[in-house]
C-alpha cells in the first residue's frame, strides 16, 4: 500500500469503518528490513507460527470471512515486499494486486492418531517451509482430525511483516467474546491495488534517508557539544565501547557443547503452567513474570546438561529489551539483551536472582540501543552479508520472550480458543522459547533445532522438573505440565 494522507482512499470513511492505522505506512522499518533479508541465509529465516487449540472445528466460511475482514482492517496482510533495483536499502510494503484469500487460508486433517505430538510434527514441517517472497508472507491452516472433534489452527508469518505490532496483537483481531457471529463490525473496503515499481522504491528510499538526515545531524551536534566536557566526552565514549561488545553478544559465555551443532531442521515442544503461580513466584522472590520465566528455562537447561553428563558453568541467551527511541522519547523499540544463564548454580533461588540481576543490568547498558541506531544502515548491505551478521550475533544457546496474550476466554468462527503457543525462528541459536498467557494459563512454546538437542524427551522432563524448582519457591501445587 502506498503511503496514506488525509485524502487518500479512506478518507471518506466513518471512523468507525477505517482499517487500523498498522500497515498504512509503506515503508518497511530499518530493523525489519534487516531481519527480511537474513532470510538470504535459509539457515535465518525469520518465520514465526502461533498453534490455537480449540474446542471443536471452526465453521469453514465463517474462518474464510474472518481473515477477508482481517485483510481489510489490517491493509499489510494484503501486502507484499518490494525492493528496489539495486536489493539494497529498506524495503517498502505494497497492496498485491493479484491477492488471493484462498492461497493463504487453507484446511487440512492429520493423517494419524490425531494427537497433539503429530499435531506439533505436522506444524513443524510447514513452519520449515519457507514462504513466498511474492506474495504477502503469512499462511494460516485449520487443522481437523483431533480427538473428540477439536480443531487447531495455525498462521505461519515472516516476523518482518508484524512491524510494530506483535503476532498476538494482530491474531486478536479475528477472535471474538461470543461464539455466535458479531453483528455491526467495521466494514472498511478493500485496499487499492498498488503499481509501485522498483524504481518508486528506490526514489522512496533516497526520500527516507533525506528525512533522517536531521536526526543524524541532532547526533553530530550533540557529540560536538560533548566535546565541550573532554573528560566527560571521553568516559562516554569508552562507556559505550566497552558496551557494545556485550550488546552484540560478542564477548557472551561459549556456548554449550552439548548444543553447539546446528542445522536446519526445526522441532516443536509445548507447555503450560498457571499463570497465577508464576506470578506467585516472582512475588515470594521480588522477581518479575519475565525473570521467574527465565529462571524457569534456564533451570531446566540446567538439568538437561546434568542428566546427560555435561554440566556447563554458563550459556549464552538473548532476550529482547524495550528501550526509549533515539529519535523520539515517546516511541519504544525493540533491543536485544545478552545474558550469561547461571547452569552452574545449585539453589534455584539464587539462580532465578541473577537473572534477575543479569536482565537489570541489560536494560542499562549504555549500547542498548546500538542495534537500531545502526538498521538502517546495514539495510544497504547486501543480503548475504546482512545474513553473516545476523549469524554471528544470534550464536546464542537460548533465545527467550514473553508476549502478551489475551486475558478473556475468546472464539474463532464459532469454536472456543483453549490454548494458544507461539513458535518463534531460530537465527543461529539453539532454541527459542516464547511465552503466551491466555485466560490464565501460561503457554510456552519452544522451537528447537533438532541437531542441538538430541534427546527430546529427556529435555521436554528437564524443562518441567526445571521450571518446577522455580514455581515450589512459592507453591509446589502450581506445577508445570508438557502439552501432550
Known amino acids: 500500500m502506498t503511503e496514506q494522507t488525509s485524502a487518500g482512499p479512506y478518507s471518506k470513511l ?14 518497511m522499518s530499518p530493523v525489519d528490513a534487516v531481519l527480511w533479508r537474513g532470510d538470504s541465509d535459509r539457515h535465518h529465516r525469520g518465520t514465526l507460527s502461533m498453534l490455537e487449540i480449540y474446542d471443536c472445528v471452526p465453521d469453514w466460511d465463517r474462518l474464510v470471512a474472518a481473515h477477508d475482514w482481517g485483510s481489510r482492517m489490517l491493509p499489510r496482510l494484503r501486502q507484499r515486499v518490494v525492493d528496489s533495483p539495486l536489493g539494497a536499502g529498506i524495503p517498502s ?33 510447514l513452519a520449515m517451509t519457507a514462504l513466498d517472497p511474492e506474495r504477502p508472507p503469512w499462511e494460516v491452516y485449520l487443522i481437523e482430525g483431533l480427538p473428540d472433534g477439536r480443531g487447531a489452527y495455525f498462521l505461519k508469518a515472516h516476523q518482518a511483516l508484524t512491524g510494530g505490532m506483535s503476532s498476538i496483537g494482530i491474531l486478536a483481531q479475528l477472535h471474538s467474546r461470543q461464539r455466535d457471529p ?27 534517508e533525506v528525512r533522517r538526515a536531521p536526526h543524524r545531524v541532532d547526533l553530530a551536534i550533540k557529540g560536538a557539544m560533548a ?11 569508552l562507556r559505550f565501547g566497552r558496551s557494545v561488545p556485550r550488546v552484540a553478544g560478542l564477548i557472551s559465555p561459549p556456548g554449550s557443547p552439548l548444543l553447539a551443532e546446528r542445522s536446519l531442521s526445526w522441532r516443536f515442544a509445548a507447555f503450560e503452567v498457571p499463570f497465577e503461580a508464576v506470578e506467585a513466584a516472582g512475588t515470594e522472590i521480588r522477581a518479575s513474570v519475565d525473570e521467574v520465566y527465565l529462571g524457569g528455562l534456564v533451570s531446566g537447561l540446567r538439568l538437561y546438561h546434568r542428566r546427560l553428563d555435561r554440566p556447563v558453568e554458563a550459556i549464552p541467551i538473548a532476550v529482547p529489551i524495550m528501550v526509549r527511541s533515539s529519535e523520539s522519547p515517546y516511541q519504544t523499540r525493540m533491543s536485544i539483551g545478552r545474558l550469561a544463564g547461571p547452569t552452574g548454580i545449585d539453589d534455584p533461588f539464587e539462580r532465578v536472582l541473577t537473572v ?37 550475533t544470534t550464536q546464542n544457546d537460548l533465545q527467550a520472550s514473553n508476549v502478551g496474550g489475551i486475558d478473556w476466554e475468546s472464539y474463532v468462527a464459532g469454536a472456543r480458543v483453549e490454548r494458544m503457543f507461539a513458535f518463534g525462528p531460530l537465527p543461529g541459536c539453539a532454541m527459542m522459547a516464547t511465552m503466551v498467557t491466555y485466560n490464565g494459563t501460561s503457554c510456552i512454546g519452544i522451537n528447537y533445532d533438532a541437531a542441538a538437542v538430541t534427546e527430546p524427551e529427556l529435555f521436554a522432563e528437564s524443562i518441567v522438573d526445571g521450571f518446577n524448582e522455580v514455581l515450589a519457591l512459592a507453591d509446589p501445587s502450581g506445577r508445570m505440565i508438557r502439552f501432550t
Open 14 to 27: 466513518s471512523d468507525h469503518d477505517r482499517p487500523l492505522d498498522f500497515g498504512a505506512d509503506g515503508q
Open 356 to 392: 534477575r540481576e543479569q536482565i537489570r543490568a541489560a536494560r542499562n547498558e549504555p549500547a542498548v540501543n546500538a542495534f537500531n541506531d545502526v538498521g538502517p544502515m546495514l539495510a544497504w548491505l547486501p543480503g548475504q552479508i546482512v545474513g553473516q551478521f545476523s549469524g554471528a
Open 227 to 237: 566535546l565541550t566536557d573532554p573528560r566527560k566526552a571521553l568516559s562516554q565514549v
Open 93 to 125: 510494503w505494497v497492496v498485491d494486486p493479484e491477492f488471493d484469500l484462498h492461497y493463504h487460508v487453507r484446511r487440512m486433517r492429520l493423517a494419524g492418531d490425531g494427537s497433539i505430538r503429530e499435531l506439533l510434527t505436522t506444524c513443524q514441517q
Open 182 to 208: 458479531v453483528l455491526g463490525k467495521p466494514q472498511p473496503p478493500a485496499p487499492d491495488p498498488d503499481n509501485t515499481g522498483a524504481l518508486d522504491i528506490l526514489l522512496r528510499q533516497v526520500s527516507h
